[in-house]
Each structure stands twice: as C-alpha cells, then as structure tokens.
C-alpha cells in the first residue's frame, strides 16, 4: 500500500491542474498528510483559519481527487496543529517519524559581534540596549524588540549579543529564526504530548531567548499561543526575551493585542538605513578585516550608490573584489560602473515616494491627485496599492503609517492589505509582474 506520502504526492500533481496558481500555492500545496484513518485522508493545515478556508473552499475539489486516484479513500479530514495534538494523542501507534527536530539552537556566527558592526545615529539605540542586555541579561530591557528594514543589521546585532553571553557569562542563550521556532512547535505537536513537553522544556529552559524576523508569527494562531506562554514564564522568571522584525509590533497584521503589547512592554528599538559615513566606515572595516585592497573613492562611490541595504552594499563590494582578482586589477570607480552594471540600475537613484507616484501614475495615466485622494474606482484603486505595494518593497525603512499617510492619510493597515494583495497577485500573475518590472526600470531611469 502506498504510504500517505506518495498518495498526496500524487493529488498534488493534479491539483496543481485542476486549481489556480494562487490557491494551490496559498492554500493546497502547505496541506501536509498525516496520516489514515479507515477511509479518510488526514491532512494538517498550518492553521485553524486555513483549515476553516480550504475546509469551505476546497473540500469537494480535494475529495474528488482523493478518489480519483485511490479508490480505497474516500474522504478527507481537515486539521488544525492543535487538533494535531488530540489526533497524535489517539493514534499512539509507534511511527517511523524522521527524528524530530530537536536540534539545538541555530549556531551563532562569531564574525557577527559588537566588534565587527559600525555603529552611527541610524543604529545607535539598537547598538546600546542590546550592549546594555549582554552585560546584564533579564534586568533592564526586556524585552527588547528591534526592527528594521531588510540587510540592516537585526541578525547582526542578536547574534552579537549571544556571542557576548556565551564569551562572558554562564548562561543558556538560545537563537531561533521564527520560522525554526514555529517548525519545531509544528513537529512538536504532531508527535503527540511527549515531544511537545520537550518542546517546552527546551524553550523554557533558557536564560536568554532570541527570535529573529517574528514577523512571521503574523496569522499563525496556533505557535502564537504557544509563544505566548513561552514568552510570560520566561519573562516572569527574569530571563531575557530579544526579538526583531522587519516592522514595528503595530504594524504587524495577524497578532492578537495581547501579544502585541508582550511585544512592546519592554523597549522598542528601531534601526534606520545607516547615513553616508556610517556606510563608507562599514565598507571600510569590512575590507579590512578581509584584508583586501580596494581605493577610497571606490568605497566612496558605492556608498553614496547604493544606500538601503547594508548586505546589498556588502555583496557588491564583493562582486567588485572578485572580478578585479580575476582581472588581475585593483578594483577602481571604472570597473566598479561597468561590472556593476546592472547592480547601479537596481539601486541607482534611490526611490522616493514622490517617484514611485508619479511613475505608477505615467504608467497608468492617472492623475497623481486621484491616488491621493478618495477614489475607488477599481482602477485608480489598483494603481494605489501598486503604488503602496512598491513603497514597501523599494523603501522598506519607510513605517507603513508614513506611506499611509502620504496616500491620503490612510491607516497603516490599508498599506498592509495593498502590501499583501499586490505580493499575493504576483505569485501567480505574470501580466503584474511585467506591469511591475516596467515600472520598476522607470523608476531607475528616474
Ligand atoms: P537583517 O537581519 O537586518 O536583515 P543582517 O544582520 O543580516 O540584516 O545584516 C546584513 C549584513 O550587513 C550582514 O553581513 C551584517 O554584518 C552587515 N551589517 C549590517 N549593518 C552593519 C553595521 N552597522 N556594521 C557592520 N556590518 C553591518
Ligand atoms: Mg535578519
């Protein structure tokens, strides 16, 4: 008999026909088997709230496929992780589960310290507090929450303080991406009680527990809940709680207020794309500690290019390094413009609001006055999102309050339902994805 693998593996391969793109993706494709029960199909979804969806959207659709291709199995039952826990609990028939994944805490990576991160106004708040933390975990600030923009030095910062905790003190520090912690707790509960008393005590058991990028929490009940305790029997004993995002707790959709204000009840540090000198003195000391040789007005000029990303910045100087080695050269403003062609045209002139309106509107033909406006027409509406969509995407150091308010004074939320509705639409919309590649070279073309 085939294993329940095999029998999804084979549903899928015909629901990614039968279904759009967009719901197989969004929806489908994240079922996971579990298991079979007399003659029904088992399958996990992430959530309560996606088990509820496909539930009324795709049940028919999914049990027609079932007996399509196994004429033992006719029905399906829909799961939610906690619901994972009773089912487990019921099974109790030993299985050949793959170990689960109680790996220790992800590695800290010694080159990411204090030592090695630039610190200028961008960044300072974030820098001290997260000083202040490594010399004395659980006391002042917690929890700390950092956020900011992508590639501007939150994984930096949180590896730097675990490397100072372990280097100092006698202390259990754990890092966790959230999408490791909310796996762990997803195997955890499949694996009946046991494992998930293991989950507990291994994230219980810290002094100091960091998760990075938690945005990702966002829509995800279940693991929230569990995050949740998590975070009050840590927080109550006097360990130390450090998390980072890329938005503000506000700003994160999905989170019940409770959690949020967890979130915000210790201090909120953001940091900021880094300034001019900030930039030139990261390229710098990266340079030095490679021990590479590369001439001032070169470092000088990516600077002032490229200005949003710190790990873009990071990766071109590399790229330059590199083909100047194969060249048998020393790297030069030159080689620079021309091998980092299509590099300069990315980040060339940094986008603003202002340009990113007027260029969705050019592409349109719209009046800009429209988008800021109260217009609802589906057009101007759909141009309004694109155009919020691309300043989350292109300034991404930008809150989503200031957007809203640049487009008419509308609340961050509505940025964050264009962000996601325009993100979604392009997983499986190649016409957008022109649309928005167009407008993406106009932009640069200033
Ligand atoms: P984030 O987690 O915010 O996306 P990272 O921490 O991964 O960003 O940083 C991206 C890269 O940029 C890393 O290689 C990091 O060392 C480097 N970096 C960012 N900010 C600084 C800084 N102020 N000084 C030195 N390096 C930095
Ligand atoms: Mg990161």
Redesign the pocket.
């Known amino acids: 008999m085939s294993s329940v693998q095999d029998i999804w593996g084979n549903m899928l391969t015909s629901l990614e026909t039968e279904s759009s793109a967009i719901s197989f993706d969004v929806w489908l494709k994240p079922l996971e088997p579990v298991d079979i029960v007399d003659n029904r199909l088992v399958l996990l979804a992430p959530s309560a709230s996606a088990r509820d969806f496909v539930a009324s959207r795709f049940l028919n659709l999914l049990k027609a496929t079932l007996q399509k291709h196994h004429t033992m199995l006719s029905e399906i039952e829909l799961i939610d992780p906690l619901e994972m826990e009773k089912f487990s609990a019921r099974e109790q028939k030993p299985k050949q589960e793959e170990p689960v994944a109680t790996k220790d805490a992800v590695t800290l990576l010694a080159?990411?310290t204090f030592d090695?991160?630039?610190?200028?106004k961008?960044?300072q708040l974030a820098?001290a507090t997260a000083q202040a933390i490594s010399e004395e975990p659980g006391s002042r600030y917690n929890p700390l929450f950092i956020y900011?923009?992508?590639?501007?030095?939150?994984?930096?910062?949180?590896?730097a303080i675990g490397n100072k905790i372990r280097s100092t003190k006698n202390l259990k520090v754990m890092y966790v991406p959230s999408d490791a912690f909310i796996n762990d707790f997803i195997a955890g509960v499949r694996t009946g009680s046991s494992h998930s008393n293991s989950f507990k005590d291994k994230y219980r058991s810290v002094d100091v527990l960091m998760i990075?990028?938690v945005q990702f929490f966002a829509g995800k009940e279940a693991t929230q809940e569990e995050f949740f305790h998590t975070f009050n029997d840590l927080h109550q004993s006097g360990k130390q709680i450090v998390m980072?995002s890329?938005r503000p707790p506000k700003e994160i959709g999905g989170l019940p207020d409770r959690l949020r204000s967890r979130f915000e009840s210790g201090i909120i540090a953001d940091?900021q794309p880094?300034d001019l000198e900030?930039r030139i003195?990261?390229l710098q000391?990266?340079i030095q500690n490679d021990k590479q040789e590369v001439p001032n007005e070169v470092i000088t000029y990516m600077a002032e290019r490229i200005s949003n990303?710190?790990?873009e910045?990071?990766g071109a100087l590399n790229k330059l390094v590199l083909l100047a080695q194969l060249e048998g050269v020393i790297p030069s403003v030159d080689l620079l413009k021309t091998t980092l062609k299509d590099f300069d045209e990315k980040s060339g002139s940094a986008p603003t609001m202002d340009g990113i309106l007027d260029k969705v509107c050019k592409y349109y033909t719209l009046n800009p006055n429209e988008l800021l406006g109260k217009g609802r027409t589906k057009d101007v509406a759909h141009a309004r999102q694109l155009a919020m969509y691309l300043c989350t995407e292109l300034l991404s150091a930008t809150p989503l309050a200031s957007i809203g308010n640049y487009f008419g004074g509308r609340d961050h939320t509505t940025v964050m339902h264009a962000r996601d509705k325009i993100s979604k639409q392009l997983a499986s919309d190649n016409k957008l994805k022109f649309i928005m590649s167009d407008i993406k070279e106009l932009l640069t073309k200033g």
């Open positions: 080159k990411y090695t991160f630039v610190v200028g961008a960044n820098f900011g923009g992508v590639g501007l030095g939150k994984t930096h910062i949180m590896h990075d990028d980072s890329d940091i880094p900030t003195a990261i000391r990266k990303n710190v790990r910045m990071e």
